[in-house]
């Protein structure tokens, strides 16, 4: 089980296919769940809410895959993780509360389930290289409700932060800028590190 979460326009989506493919090649049996995002359209983006419900998606498909037996490996664009972070946003923004934060933190980051991620990935951009990405594909000129620089700095922040909350604690979590690096180059990074969680968990296979 991989998540891969961060920043906005940050490469996460393009290494998820770059992985799928080449897993898939080897002869891996992949799942790639739908994301959030693209599942959960009838809330909106503007409120803590919208991620609340993204991550008790994304926490559903966790433990259906968790039990399946299906496949080698289950790639999430945004899993348990995403949402421990997105609630450290929408505190700083003022639509939650601390205790709500909290709450909504252990939630998603109960042991019960935690326990099912075996890496993360947290993918980061700086704000001109998201500038430059979202204008490859998005006809309209205003920036999104996130990807304006002052949110993409403060969600690196965040979701920087997290990082190292988590792997001080003990969690297979690594931190990756992608602002300088290719496509190519920015799965590769992360090819490394699930090829030697596969093989360990299936030897020669």
């Given at each position: 089980?991989?998540?891969?979460?961060?920043?906005?326009?940050?490469?996460?989506?393009?290494?998820?296919?770059?992985l799928?493919?080449?897993?898939r090649?080897?002869?891996?049996?992949?799942?790639?769940?739908?994301?959030?995002?693209?599942?959960?359209?009838?809330?909106?983006?503007?409120t803590?809410?919208?991620?609340?419900?993204?991550?008790?998606?994304?926490?559903?498909?966790?433990?259906?895959?968790?039990v399946?037996?299906?496949y080698?490996?289950?790639?999430?664009?945004?899993?348990?993780?995403?949402?421990?972070?997105?609630?450290?946003?929408?505190?700083?923004?003022?639509?939650?509360?601390e205790?709500?934060?909290?709450m909504?933190?252990?939630?998603?980051?109960?042991?019960?389930?935690?326990?099912?991620?075996?890496?993360?990935?947290?993918?980061?951009?700086?704000?001109e290289?998201?500038?430059?990405?979202?204008?490859e594909?998005?006809i309209l000129?205003e920036?999104?409700?996130?990807?304006n620089?002052?949110?993409?700095?403060?969600?690196i922040?965040?979701?920087?932060?997290?990082?190292?909350?988590?792997?001080?604690?003990?969690?297979?979590?690594?931190?990756?800028?992608?602002s300088?690096?290719?496509?190519?180059?920015?799965?590769?990074?992360?090819?490394?590190?699930?090829?030697?969680?596969?093989?360990?968990?299936?030897?020669?296979?």
């Amino acid at each position: 089980m991989l998540e891969l979460t961060g920043s906005p326009s940050s490469g996460k989506t393009t290494i998820k296919k770059i992985l799928d493919t080449f897993y898939r090649r080897c002869g891996f049996r992949v799942a790639v769940p739908l994301e959030g995002a693209e599942a959960i359209r009838h809330i909106s983006r503007k409120t803590h809410l919208y991620n609340v419900r993204t991550g008790i998606y994304a926490l559903k498909n966790l433990i259906d895959y968790s039990v399946s037996g299906n496949y080698d490996l289950v790639i999430f664009d945004r899993c348990l993780f995403d949402a421990f972070g997105w609630m450290r946003y929408w505190y700083e923004r003022g639509d939650i509360d601390e205790a709500r934060m909290v709450m909504l933190q252990q939630f998603f980051t109960s042991p019960q389930w935690l326990c099912l991620i075996d890496a993360a990935f947290v993918i980061v951009a700086d704000p001109e290289t998201v500038e430059s990405r979202e204008q490859e594909i998005n006809i309209l000129d205003e920036d999104g409700e996130t990807t304006n620089s002052n949110n993409i700095l403060r969600l690196i922040r965040i979701f920087g932060g997290m990082q190292k909350e988590f792997f001080a604690k003990g969690a297979p979590m690594q931190f990756i800028d992608t602002s300088d690096l290719p496509k190519r180059e920015m799965a590769r990074v992360v090819l490394g590190q699930t090829l030697d969680l596969l093989e360990a968990a299936h030897g020669n296979r």
